[in-house]
């Protein structure tokens, strides 16, 4: 069965720091393209950071230099740090994969596979 499973959201003050993770099964996500969404209230959902099978990662301009994609292979886990973090990055946040193979790209229409999401509160 194919799953990915997001933890670690919650409530956090500006400035703080959040750590998600999402847990795959089914496959083995060192062999995809996996990535980090999110959706504000009101707004589309948008590509936060993508990380290539071979480690490279990509981030919006938006949180360069604060949020951090990594994964670790032997647990089979994508993770997303958070540091510094402002009301504006309040969103449900949702992890995905590209099962296609393909070369990693922005795009949500070319991630065949999502979480739940998990709600990410950051308050002034």
């Known amino acids: 069965q194919v799953q990915l499973v997001e933890s670690g959201g919650g409530s956090v003050q500006a400035g703080g720091s959040l750590r998600l993770s999402c847990a795959a099964s089914g496959y083995n996500i060192s062999t995809y393209c996996m990535a980090w969404f999110r959706q504000a209230p009101g707004k589309e959902r948008e590509g936060v950071a993508r990380?290539?099978?071979?480690?490279?990662?990509l981030y919006a301009e938006s949180v360069q230099g604060r949020f951090t994609i990594s994964k670790d292979n032997a647990k089979n886990t994508l993770y997303l740090q958070m540091n510094s973090l402002k009301p504006e990055d309040t969103a449900i946040y949702y992890c995905?994969?590209?099962?296609?193979?393909?070369?990693?790209?922005?795009?949500?229409?070319?991630?065949?596979?999502w979480g739940q999401g998990t709600q990410v509160t950051v308050s002034s």
């Open positions: 990380i290539t099978a071979t480690g490279g990662a």
């Open positions: 995905a994969a590209d099962l296609s193979g393909r070369t990693c790209v922005a795009s949500e229409s070319a991630y065949t596979d």
